[in-house]
């Protein structure tokens, strides 16, 4: 009887190294898949970082441009 009851907790042990194992890979896989996903976070915020400054570039650019073709446009109006 005392060996039953030995070979049962036996694979019970068994049973749960073997799910520790399966869950220790999970983690491990999970880990990994975090890490690209972070990766990926950080190279989409920089993409935004340099769009978003080329976009305030481009504003002052036009805002410059347009403060050229007014004074050009006075200068025009002056003549006449």
């Known amino acids: 009887m005392s060996f039953e009851v030995f070979e049962k907790l036996e694979s019970k042990v068994q049973q749960a190294i073997d799910t520790i194992t399966l869950l220790q890979m999970e983690i491990e896989e999970l880990k990994e898949k ?22 305030e570039q481009l504003k002052q650019e036009q805002s410059a441009w347009q403060d050229r073709l007014r004074t050009l446009l006075g200068k025009m109006e002056d003549v006449q």
């Open 34 to 55: 975090n890490a690209a996903l972070s990766q990926n976070v950080q190279n989409v915020t920089d993409s935004r970082d340099s769009l978003v400054h080329e976009n």
